[in-house]
């Protein structure tokens, strides 16, 4: 299989998935460039190589670029949802459309996926259900927030993409799904 990890920050879970033999390929996107660099430097540490693909951007509707609310003392807190504000600077960042993700994205292997993208999710699940690599798609990890995105929603396009099994990890408003 292969690892999607989008929102990758310092890349716990794609280290995790590269444990894993059956991991051929790691594809780990981080858009905020302090937090890129110490992703790569674990890719580089865990001697991961051709492997693993650290990119430079976040996943959008659209190619280009956009300002990224920061949260200075958390890498994790990272959002291009419209009106956060962490108290911290914003920060232009790179967009990448799904087309342009799509290439880094191996062909012929199932895909697993983990989103935490601070509010942003139902956007790079939106353009994720329109990749020529979505049927291959086996699971989605992602993080949900109610505050800040309509869980059911979310939910009903997945079910209608052919996701009918879901999980929750957490309680309250603020918790992980898995979509399968």
Known sequence: FAFLDIGANQGLFSL?????????????????PCTFAKLDANFALNELG?????????????????????????????SLREGTD??????TIRLFSIAELDPHIPANLPLFVKIDIEGYEPIAIRQLLKSVHANRIMAMFYEMDERWVDA?????????????????????????MLAE
């Not at 052919?162 to 918790?175: A, E, S, T």
């Open 86 to 91: 962490f108290g911290g600077p914003c920060q």
């Open 152 to 176: 059911a929603s979310v939910r009903c396009d997945l079910e209608a993409a052919g996701f009918p099994r879901f999980r929750k990890f957490g309680i309250g408003r603020h918790y992980d």
């Open 16 to 32: 995790v998935a590269a444990r894993n033999p059956n991991c051929r390929k790691i594809v780990a996107m981080e858009p905020v």
């Open 50 to 78: 051709e492997r693993a693909e650290a990119i430079n951007a976040a996943l959008a509707d659209q190619a280009g670029s956009a300002e990224i609310a920061l949260k200075p003392e958390h890498s994790g807190a990272a």
